[in-house]
């Protein structure tokens, strides 16, 4: 029975392989960072969202407290369809701030995991730098003996 010879690598292509490595990890890293400032920028619209959403719905409990108690006082029709309007706002705004909670979730879950993934790359590149620089360092030079003349 024939074995097959196992062949070995050669220096230039596990430099090649290396190069490539270090590539593909730098290209990761500028990656995470682009993709880390685009969801951060996006969590903080949708925050901003959440926020005027929240500052409205107050503003129109107050508005629809005022007008129940109007049409309440005055049961008139105008009283009343401005009480219908306040009620069907605060629905609308009720609903937009339930889907908005729901994004600024998933937002949140995202920008976690990018964190950590970025955090994972930058040691990474860390640890290779320094690592690089151990290895990289140039060869002492040694000096001669003087011949003793006797």
Do not use: F, H, W
């Amino acid at each position: 029975m024939a074995v097959a010879k196992k062949t070995v690598i050669k220096n230039t292509a596990l430099v090649k392989v290396l190069d490539t490595s270090l590539t593909n990890l730098e290209a990761a890293n500028a990656n995470g960072a682009k993709a880390l400032a685009a969801a951060t920028k996006k969590s903080k619209q949708s925050s901003a969202e959440g926020k005027r959403l929240s500052k409205k719905r107050v503003a129109l409990i107050k508005r629809n407290k005022t007008a129940a108690a109007k049409a309440k006082k005055e049961p008139v029709a105008a009283n009343k369809k401005a009480l219908n309007e306040v009620v069907k706002e605060l629905a609308a705004v009720r609903k937009e701030a339930a889907k908005n909670k729901i994004v600024r979730a998933a937002d949140y879950a995202e920008l976690s995991d990018l964190r950590a993934t970025c955090r994972r790359l930058a040691a990474y590149t860390k640890a290779i730098a320094a690592a690089d620089k151990v290895l990289n360092k140039p060869k002492k030079k040694v000096r001669r003996r003087k011949k003793v003349s006797v």
